[in-house]
């Protein structure tokens, strides 16, 4: 017979437990009682079985399981069952948890619901606009969901232009979350200039434990640190989910999705008509006025020319009357020259009996200028004759 | 700056827009309101005539996705 440690036989035991369960594909089923987060790292319950009053301890830690817990909670865990050398403690190292009935489920959803809600995750500040005129949309969804069908039938109903850059991701089972973080991951890493300007993640109704995908913590994680707006449509109109309220925009179906996200061809074609429509108008009423200023600057001008050639005409007719005065005193004053230097004329003096003595070619005017015996000339009105001067006489 | 593809319906409308604010906000000049009339009725018909002409088009990434969360 062997002799053990009791280290040792307790080492045999946990090995024993391993190598036989590892295989094995179960999980344990039972009601939360006496939840415990201590330092915030560690968790550890009661898993109890009310009918056949059996209990399992269990541990855990807050990275392992992210899905909140409450005593009460119907839950199946899966894990690798131990016995604690220190405290001779037989406990479920538990690995995962997932949780049992719409109950359990509902329970964990308005936690988490609270816990985001406290971080600020549905902050209506946050969320961010859609560009009115996307060039390209990033689907989320399975191309196998009516989801599928219905969003993108709408999107062609009422838009054009628009390059759906379709991510297929399961919407539920084991594959959901991680296959929408993936999606969520491929977008938001793609450069800038190739990320589409909205996301929509979307899938059909279903009930709570359908949509477990969309209530998941780490999916509305990764709707919050997206980059690019996201428009979230879970399930019919009344169904709702985290990943719903932390999205930028929350429709209401995969239908109401598209609605939000294009616009209606015929209200663009209504408001590019009525803007046109607009500019024609004012561009018109333009024109009108300016043909009406136009009009009364001509009839302005005319007045004026009116008004001007009257003055000219004034001016023209003062100044004949004036010119004519003028040109009579003008004709008065040079017949009177004309008088004067016509009675200042010798030969009018001549006339009058009066002679003209030259000497050598110059009048004589003074009897000094000659002596007796010069030949002079003696002109008359008619006629000259020459002399000689016999005898002078001082006056 | 003209429309260059379809893309740029945005723009062309951004543009449209622009030049309607201006004909209800400015005094319009006549000059600078016909050149501006003409832009935006040639603007208003391009866009008309995509909205008629486009149609979407998807295309599917090939990716597995649950692969790219983990890495």
Same mark, same amino acid.
């Given at each position: 017979m062997h002799v053990l440690q009791v280290k040792d036989f307790l080492e045999l035991i946990n090995e024993t437990l391993r190598l036989s369960l590892t295989q094995a594909d179960f999980m344990v089923e039972g009601e939360i009682s006496d939840y415990r987060v201590s330092q915030n790292k560690w968790i550890s319950f009661d898993l109890k079985d009310e009918e056949n009053q059996a209990i399992l301890k269990c541990f855990a830690t807050v990275w392992q399981i992210k899905t909140p817990l409450e005593d009460g909670m119907k839950v199946q865990v899966k894990g690798v069952p131990k016995i604690y050398? =220190?405290?001779g403690q037989f406990k479920m190292n538990v690995s995962a948890v997932e949780l049992v009935g719409e109950g359990a489920l509902r329970r964990a959803y308005e936690l988490l619901k609270k816990k985001l809600e406290a971080e600020g995750l549905? /902050?209506?500040?946050r969320k961010r606009s859609l560009p009115r005129f996307p060039n390209r949309i990033g689907l989320i969804t399975s =191309? /196998?969901?009516a989801a599928y069908g219905d969003f993108l039938q709408i999107l062609n109903n009422r838009w054009g232009g628009v390059r759906v850059n379709h991510a297929h991701v399961q919407v539920q089972g084991r594959d959901a979350v991680p296959s929408i973080l993936g999606a969520f991951k491929y977008f938001n890493g793609l450069a800038k200039k190739d990320q589409p300007d909205a996301l929509v993640l979307t899938r059909g109704g279903g009930g709570l434990e359908d949509l477990h995908a969309f209530n998941d913590e780490d999916v509305a994680r990764a709707v919050y640190a997206s980059s690019i707006p996201v428009v979230c449509a879970v399930g019919h109109e009344r169904d709702e989910s985290l990943a719903d309220f932390v999205a930028d925009v929350r429709a209401s179906t995969p239908s109401n999705a598209a609605e939000r996200i294009v616009p209606n061809r015929s209200e663009v074609v209504y408001e590019i008509e009525m803007m046109s429509g607009r500019m024609e108008d004012q561009m018109l009423s333009q024109i009108n006025a300016h043909e009406i200023e136009l009009d009364s600057s001509v009839r302005t001008l005319l007045h004026f020319f009116e008004r001007k050639s009257g003055e000219v005409r004034q001016v023209v007719s003062n100044l004949l009357v004036r010119s004519d005065a003028w040109v009579s005193r003008l004709r008065e004053r040079i017949e009177s020259r004309t008088r004067l230097i016509k009675s200042l004329d010798p030969k009018r003096v001549l006339e009058r009996g009066y002679s003209l003595v030259t000497s050598s070619g110059k009048v004589v005017k003074d009897v000094k200028q000659l002596d007796a015996g010069d030949k002079i000339k003696v002109q008359f009105a008619k006629g000259s004759a020459d002399a000689d001067v016999t005898k002078k006489y001082a006056s | 700056m003209p429309p260059k593809k379809k893309a740029d319906f945005a723009a062309a409308f951004a543009e449209l827009e622009k030049i309607s604010e201006w004909f209800e906000t400015e005094e319009v000049d006549l000059d600078e309101g016909l050149k501006k009339f003409e832009r935006g009725l040639e603007l208003a018909t391009d866009c008309k005539k995509k909205l008629t002409e486009v149609e979407n088009k998807v295309e599917e990434i090939k990716k597995k996705f649950s692969d790219l969360a983990n890495e």
């Open positions: 050398e =220190r405290y549905f /902050d209506p500040s =191309r /196998d969901a | -």
